[in-house]
């Protein structure tokens, strides 16, 4: 499973109308892959909530439904599950407030109001929020029209400069030098406070980024809301493409090939060396038509993805584990064998 199947798989994942349980439950567990935390304060002074892209559509106040039910005026924290894999990297996988520390033994689909659903349909409003800019947020309705006057202000006296590289980019720098096991470089959420009023509201990463997102109620066992609910990503599914990954290769990520493979070319010759230093895992990897002379040269050589290699070649997967000391060489019917010279 490469990531392109991962990511039509997830999209797929993110446009269900219905919300498993036990999936969240997993989803907010804590493994080898997988983590949750509090990023932060939603305040919610009229109990009135919006979702959307906070980035492209909530300054804007466009395509960022209030959902149709209020919730008790009050401030909730807002939490994120993670997964960290080798066949990927680390990602947030589901976002949600927290209203009550009852957990949601079934899920019901948010719906928007019809004055702010992001599309209208002939047959009806469509829920969920479409993400342009690759980031969501949770906001109060009132705390949205502060947010969407700040950044008006802004840009009326910052009028050539972007909100995001000259002012936010900055914020989510500092969330990831402050909590680097949480996000990749540069930053995927901060809570931030509006300077004139002083309500929190928070921003994520969305999973793999852009996509329209599905918003659920998590109902606890006394039929109350206890949490907003926004999936991202189906852990799961990353998970099994993660078990799929290290199925193929489990060790140092780097091999060497001659510049010939890096450009398309074939494998002719494999063979694995002691590395010495851990700066590769072993493997050499040898084109065709190229020689004594060729191989003499080091410039000829580069570091190479043993996965992507893998990608090219499946036929080498079954011998990556081979350990060192060992070669093949292709035959005449294009098959690997062992060299025993």
Sequence with gaps: MNIKEVFDA???FIGQMELDADLMD???AKTETRDHFVIGTVDLPTGRIRVGDALAYMGTKEASPE???TVPKGSYPVELAFITTRFDTIRITAARIKLSEERAVRYELAEPTHETTAFHCSDGDLTGFPVDAGMMGFMDASVMDEYSDFLHSWHRDNPDKNHYDDYFAALFNESYEKLPQYQRAGGDFIEWTVPETGH???MNATGFGDGFYQ???GIDKNGDICEVTV???DADLLDRADSEYLEVWDGIEACIVTNNIADGGDIAYM???ESSDGSFNGWVFYGYDEGEDY???ADNFCLYSTHGLAGRFPEIIPLLHSPEGSAYVRDEDGNFIADEQ
């Design 26 to 28: 997993r989803t907010f």
């Design 231 to 233: 999936p991202l990503i």
């Design 271 to 273: 063979c694995r060396e």
């Design 295 to 297: 191989w003499a040269d």
């Design 215 to 217: 918003i659920f109620w």
């Design 67 to 69: 959902l149709n039910r």
């Design 10 to 12: 997830n999209l797929k």
């Design 200 to 202: 929190r509201l928070t």
